[in-house]
Structure formats: structure tokens, C-alpha cells
């Protein structure tokens, strides 16, 4: 499958903790994407790389999120010190970045749940 | 502020019918717009886009429509299957910071 992959798919944790989100991209796409989605609700952007380098990330929701892509490939999602209201799902998406547009695939996601 | 939104939060429609979908949007300067499909336990689907220089683009049974005067999107799905049932988002992307609104729920009844 060369779609976009995440790990794990599921994980519960207990308020707290920290916990770290895995996205493997697409294999030529320079921009990962990370969204987080809760029930009912559309995903909401927190942060993208082009490459290895964060272009934006003013809007993850606190200080104690976190994204790396180091090589430029993988990325990871940390969330310090989890709290019950961080349960959601975590999106990840990627995309070849052509000029201003441009269709960004989805991977499955990682449903967090904090108790 | 900006926003995109649907109208509606659920339909159902019978199998075979043609489905319609709305979303507004509040953004003028947005110039290209995405439809997702959303299955339970999985990640959002493209479905079609459209850019603001156009006001049709088809696909394979799905038809996007785009009104700027009233700022308006329409995702048209022709002779919906059971396949179909989902939530369906609507999209507004600027310089790939894509904003969704909440979704639509599509119930398809055999």
C-alpha cells in the first residue's frame, strides 16, 4: 500500500502522559500535513512541513504540542502531558505542493483517548 | 471571521435518487474549493475540487457546482449507492492550509 500510513491506530493513555504519533507520507510528497478532528466536527489544521522544514505551526493548540519531520520524511506528533480534552482523532495528510493548490491525501489516523 | 459551513448536518435519500449537498462559504477571496468523502474509522477521501475560475466541474457521478455571487458549493451525486452513506465535507484551501466545515451526514436507505 503507498498510501499514507499512521501508528498507532488507536491509543489511550492516562491523563499525564505524553504520547507520540507516527506519519509515514506518501514517498515523493514534500508536504505532511497534521489535522486533528474530534466527534462531529471537521478536521482542524494544527501544523505542515514542506520537506523538513515547519512552515507553519502558530496554530497547534498549545504549548505542549509538538511536530518534527527530521528528514524530511516521517513525521511525528507529541502531546506532553495529556489531557482529557486532547481525545480526539489525529489526521495526517500529504501532498506533492504544486504552486498554490493541490489535493492533500489523508492516512487512516490515530484516535487518542485520554481517561 | 471566515468560515466555510454546510447547511444542513444530515440527509437521507433513497437508493437511486440524486443527492445534493451544500456548503457556504464566507471567505470572497477563496479561489479553490475540495469536497471530501469521510467513512467511519478512516481518514477523509477527495472526492473533486474546484477552482473559482469555473462554475462546473464533473466527475464520475459526482458534479461539484460553484456560485461566487452567493458564495455557495454544491456537491451533486447522481444515482447514490449504499456506498455513498458517509460524511461529506466541503473545503476551502489557500496556499494548502485547508479549512473544513463540519460535514454533512448522507444516509443512503435501500
Not at chain 2, 23 to 41: H, L
Request: charged fraction near 25%; include cysteine; charge should be neutral.
Amino acid at each position: 500500500d503507498t498510501g499514507v500510513s499512521q501508528n498507532p491506530r488507536h491509543k489511550i493513555t492516562k491523563r499525564g502522559q505524553n504520547v507520540t504519533f507516527r506519519c509515514d507520507p506518501i514517498s515523493e510528497h514534500n508536504r505532511l500535513y497534521w489535522y486533528r478532528q474530534t466527534l462531529g466536527q471537521g478536521p482542524e489544521f494544527l501544523t505542515y512541513f514542506q520537506n523538513e522544514a515547519q512552515l507553519e505551526k502558530s496554530r497547534l493548540l498549545s504549548d505542549r504540542f509538538s511536530a518534527e519531520r527530521p528528514k524530511g520524511s516521517f513525521s511525528t506528533l507529541e502531546i506532553q502531558r495529556t489531557e482529557q480534552g486532547d481525545s480526539a482523532m489525529y489526521l495526517c495528510a500529504s501532498n506533492e505542493y504544486v504552486g498554490r493548490r493541490g489535493e492533500q491525501f489523508f492516512g487512516p489516523g490515530t484516535r487518542l483517548t485520554v481517561l | 471571521g471566515e468560515s466555510v459551513g454546510l447547511h444542513l448536518p444530515t440527509l437521507s435519500v433513497q437508493e437511486g435518487d440524486n443527492s445534493i449537498i451544500n456548503c457556504a462559504y464566507s471567505n470572497s477571496a477563496s479561489d479553490y474549493f475540495i469536497w471530501y468523502k469521510q467513512e467511519s474509522g478512516k481518514g477523509p477521501q477527495f472526492i473533486i475540487d474546484i477552482r473559482s475560475n469555473m462554475d462546473k466541474r464533473q466527475g464520475q457521478r459526482v458534479t461539484v457546482l460553484l456560485n461566487k455571487t452567493v458564495k455557495h458549493l454544491s456537491l451533486q451525486i447522481a444515482a447514490t449507492q449504499p456506498g455513498d452513506s458517509a460524511v461529506y465535507f466541503c473545503a476551502e484551501n489557500e496556499d494548502n492550509d485547508m479549512r473544513f466545515g463540519a460535514g454533512t451526514r448522507l444516509t443512503v436507505k435501500p
